[in-house]
């Protein structure tokens, strides 16, 4: 068994990065590195806590909950985990995890969930939604973004090969860092899902309630058209969120697997208004037979069938929403449950796990340091 070190931002929450994770322990069990680590938010996994290693952020109080807020000192914090004692080096990424030191005789395959969105394309949203359009704190956000981008453009070299989780992201990498990468699809467990006959009358998205995440759209939306809507997911933003909803609105919460699952099979259709990289959640939202009215850019291209498995808006404002699910309405009876989960059942985790195994040994093959 080759010796295998596993870097991963953080370990505080459970979502489709983790659920990569999952994946790759599974395949390649070795020493997992990362920034961070909340034992309680991340139980029931099949890493073992034992061979988990924290960086010095660790124990800075607060750290494990206000993580974000440590950014300037991601880049150092990563270069200090000594992996001599790895040939292996997979780096699940979308911050810094890819900036790891390593020999020329240590393979490094990094499986890239995105670029850092807010040194990268992201970073006027950010700054906008942080309220910095000026004064001495913009400029000193404004200076260390622009060391960030530096830093992440120099460690892009210290990885032998990409895999990117959708061609959108191939192509930022290609933007980026100026490397090719193989497209490998995440994983989604899809037999987790089931269709539904019995439908209810009500429309629904999941979310992390952050201003990226762009629900308060689906919230104005819903609020003009007077349908039902459920929000599943918390966050930050839930606040403000509910302070513009009108009643037809239901914020819920975070809820079980099993309350997603059946929320899912009953609705009439999944809305979705951010820019993602994959987008698990609008394969999910399929795997339970649910069309998918979705922003058309970034993932959700890639996953959803315009017209056959979902619709397209191609503004994010509320107004592109209501023509969407306006569009939708009078097309519901068109849309195939079953030919929608179809189109789910191309993104299982044996699926992902094969192609990902079959990637990870042909490089280790061909690799001349071993």
């Known amino acids: 068994m080759i010796e295998t070190a596993i870097i991963h931002e953080w370990l505080v929450t459970l979502a489709g990065a983790e659920s990569v994770l999952h994946s790759i322990y599974k395949l390649y069990p070795g020493t997992i590195y990362t920034l961070f680590h909340d034992p309680d938010q991340v139980k029931g996994t ?153 439908k209810e009358n009500y429309f629904v998205t999941i979310s992390r309630l952050v201003p990226y995440k762009r629900v308060d759209l689906i919230v104005h939306a819903f609020n003009h058209l007077k349908l039902p809507l459920v929000v599943i997911g918390d966050g930050p933003a839930m606040k403000d969120l509910k302070k513009i909803a009108l009643p037809n609105v239901e914020f819920v919460g975070q809820r079980s697997a099993q309350e997603v699952e059946t929320l899912l099979s009953k609705a009439r259709a999944f809305v979705f208004s951010a820019e993602e990289d994959f987008g698990i959640v609008n394969v999910e939202a399929q795997a339970s037979g649910l069309p998918v009215i979705a922003f058309g850019r970034g993932g959700a291209l890639e996953t959803v069938i315009d017209g056959k498995t979902g619709l397209f808006f191609y503004k994010q404002n509320p107004l592109c929403i209501i023509e969407a699910v306006q569009e939708f309405l009078s097309k519901e009876e068109t849309f195939d449950p079953l030919e929608i989960r179809k189109n789910a059942e191309k993104f299982p985790r044996s699926r992902f796990e094969k192609e990902f195994k079959e990637f990870v040994d042909e490089a280790w093959d061909k690799f001349p340091y071993k």
Request: net charge positive; charged share 25%.
């Open 46 to 198: 099949i890493w073992d806590e034992s061979r988990i290693k924290t960086s010095l952020l660790q124990r800075i109080p607060f750290g494990r909950k206000h993580h974000r807020a440590f950014l300037p000192l991601f880049p150092m914090a990563i270069e200090q985990f000594d992996l001599r004692d790895h040939k292996l080096i997979i780096s699940s990424s979308y911050a810094v995890a890819k900036g790891v030191l390593n020999s020329s005789d240590q393979l490094h395959i990094c499986y890239c969930h995105s670029p850092m969105r807010y040194i990268w394309d992201l970073t006027f949203e950010y700054l906008e939604a942080a309220g910095l359009k000026g004064g001495a704190k913009s400029f000193l956000v404004r200076l260390m973004l622009h060391y960030i981008r530096m830093w992440d453009t120099l460690s892009a070299n210290r990885v032998n090969e990409y895999v990117a989780n959708s061609k959108y992201i191939a192509n930022r990498i290609w933007k980026c860092y100026n490397r090719h990468a193989r497209v490998i699809y995440p994983p989604v467990d899809v037999d987790r899902f089931h269709v539904d006959d019995k």
